[in-house]
């Protein structure tokens, strides 16, 4: 098993509310990621990290911030959650180098009403 | 082109037969390839690495075929329990643009009684 946590698993919250989304993992992966991903749909980058003090905006324009301030710490933050948040967010980790594989989390799934 | 393209499918097979996926990716540089399980509302799973010589775990089967720009997977005798969607993952491996994974759309695969 993965050695990667999300929380929380779930969550359901009022428009405008700020949210920070957390993800761990204890493997010493250089690389993190986060994911979107809608029910029955492709995965889309959001954010990357190669290491502490190192994020990237991923491929899908998103109003969420990350940080690295830990190697196995990698926060997601809304700072005013809207409707069309409403997905389900992955990360994942990896080591730095060829044919190493990404391990994700089981993912939190956010509902903003 | 899409940088990794994949018939989305559904593919609909019953128990026991032998169904094959291809994937096509645009980035000749590409050196890591992978096949990920994604089952519903779950997080995506790795199932198996590609790698050049191909190679075989058991019933799942991949192939890598360069000039080409494709990889194959090869599920054989299906099981219900394979019904899932199946994602190819592709990466430059190293260099710059080696934190890039890029994840094709998926191929939906039904295993029925």
């Known amino acids: 098993e993965a050695d990667i946590y999300q929380t929380p698993r779930y969550l359901v919250i009022g428009t405008g509310k700020k949210i920070t989304l957390e993800c761990s993992q204890t493997?010493?992966?250089?690389?993190m990621y986060w994911y979107q991903q809608d029910p029955g749909m492709e995965l889309h980058l959001i954010h990357y990290?190669?290491?502490?003090?190192?994020?990237e905006k991923g491929d899908l324009s998103s109003e969420s911030t990350v940080s690295r301030i830990r190697t196995e710490h990698f926060p997601l933050t809304l700072e005013s959650a809207r409707p069309s948040h409403t997905s389900q967010y992955l990360c994942?980790?990896?080591?730095?180098?060829?044919?190493?594989?990404?391990?994700f989390g089981q993912g939190t799934r956010l509902t903003v009403v | 082109r899409k940088e990794v393209e994949q018939d989305p499918g559904p593919f609909n097979v019953p128990e026991g037969a032998t169904v094959a996926f291809n994937c096509t990716y645009s980035n000749s540089a590409s050196q890591s390839f992978f096949w990920y399980r994604q089952d519903c509302r779950k997080e995506p799973k790795l199932l198996m690495s590609?790698?050049?010589s191909g190679n075989e775990d058991g019933r799942f089967t991949a192939q890598l075929n360069r000039a080409s720009q494709y990889i194959s997977l090869l599920i054989r005798d299906s099981k219900l329990s394979d019904s899932a969607t199946y994602l190819c993952?592709?990466?430059?491996?190293?260099?710059?643009?080696?934190?890039?994974?890029?994840f094709g759309k998926g191929t939906k695969l039904s295993v029925i009684p």
């Open positions: 993952v592709v990466s430059p491996g190293s260099g710059a643009g080696s934190y890039q994974l890029t």
């Open positions: 994942a980790s990896r080591f730095i180098g060829p044919n190493t594989e990404a391990f």
């Open positions: 493997m010493g992966h250089d690389k």
């Open positions: 990290s190669y290491g502490v003090n190192s994020t």
């Open positions: 590609v790698y050049s």
